[in-house]
T-cell receptor
Framework: QKEVEQDPGPLSVPEGAIVSLNCTYS??????FMWYRQYSRKGPELLMY????GNKEDGRFTAQVDKSSKYISLFIRDSQPSDSATYLC?????????????FGKGTHLIIQP | EPEVTQTPSHQVTQMGQEVILRCVPI?????FYWYRQILGQKVEFLVS????????KSEIFDDQFSVERPDGSNFTLKIRSTKLEDSAMYFC?????????????FGPGTRLTVL
């Protein structure tokens, strides 16, 4: 079983729609959860960062973490064509030290004008 | 806004040659990382670096890899004898103070092509 599972898509939605992106994971030691956006042939760009369970909102983006289900989500409201990109979930363990992130494979999102 | 920079953007090398990939992390960050992304696959952690020494490394980071912070600004990844399967995008990342050490900011990457 892979540590982090993410549907690669593509996910195509019309402009203005609410987008829901999800990841599941198997390692209960993960405590920090992140969403990155990656445009083609570019580096991942940090969008959202959450610690443990709960919700976090930043503008049009909402991140949700459900540790009991080992399930995280990113919602994008009022989606725009510029939101078209690959969205990567990433997570890491608690504790000290510089933990490497474990990434999902990414979901390719297309927002149709 | 400060950002991580990487050079070169694209490196082509022959199998068996040594390559050095360079990164300038964000200036007040304390933790530095290298990741790679083989085309079509997920981003994979290679190594983390703190206080001038390796903090954590993955099983990918074998003896052919090494990292160095030669001065106060640069952070390098050396691959001693490149293999065809080393062809990938290599990303450098950095993160700030200990309490936020998992908030990692990535550079634009170096595309390594091994022929």
């Amino acid at each position: 079983q892979k540590e982090v599972e993410q549907d690669p898509g593509p996910l195509s939605v019309p402009e203005g729609a609410i987008v829901s992106l999800n990841c599941t994971y198997s390692n209960s030691a993960f405590q920090y959860f992140m969403w990155y956006r990656q445009y083609s042939r570019k580096g991942p760009e940090l969008l959202m960062y959450t610690y443990s369970s709960g919700n976090k909102e930043d503008g049009r983006f909402t991140a949700q973490v459900d540790k009991s289900s080992k399930y995280i989500s990113l919602f994008i409201r009022d989606s725009q064509p510029s939101d078209s990109a690959t969205y990567l979930c990433a997570m890491s363990h608690s504790g000290g030290g510089a933990d490497g992130l474990t990434f999902g494979k990414g979901t390719h999102l297309i927002i149709q004008p | 806004e400060p950002e991580v920079t990487q050079t070169p953007s694209h490196q082509v090398t022959q199998m068996g040659q040594e390559v050095i990939l360079r990164c300038v992390p964000i200036s007040n960050h304390l933790y530095f990382y290298w990741y790679r992304q083989i085309l079509g696959q997920k981003v994979e952690f290679l190594v983390s670096f703190y206080n001038n020494e390796i903090s954590e490394k993955s099983e990918i980071f074998d003896d052919q890899f090494s990292v160095e912070r030669p001065d106060g600004s640069n952070f390098t990844l050396k691959i001693r004898s490149t293999k065809l399967e080393d062809s990938a995008m290599y990303f450098c990342a950095s993160s700030p103070a200990i309490s936020r050490h998992n908030e990692q900011f990535f550079g634009p990457g170096t595309r390594l092509t091994v022929l």
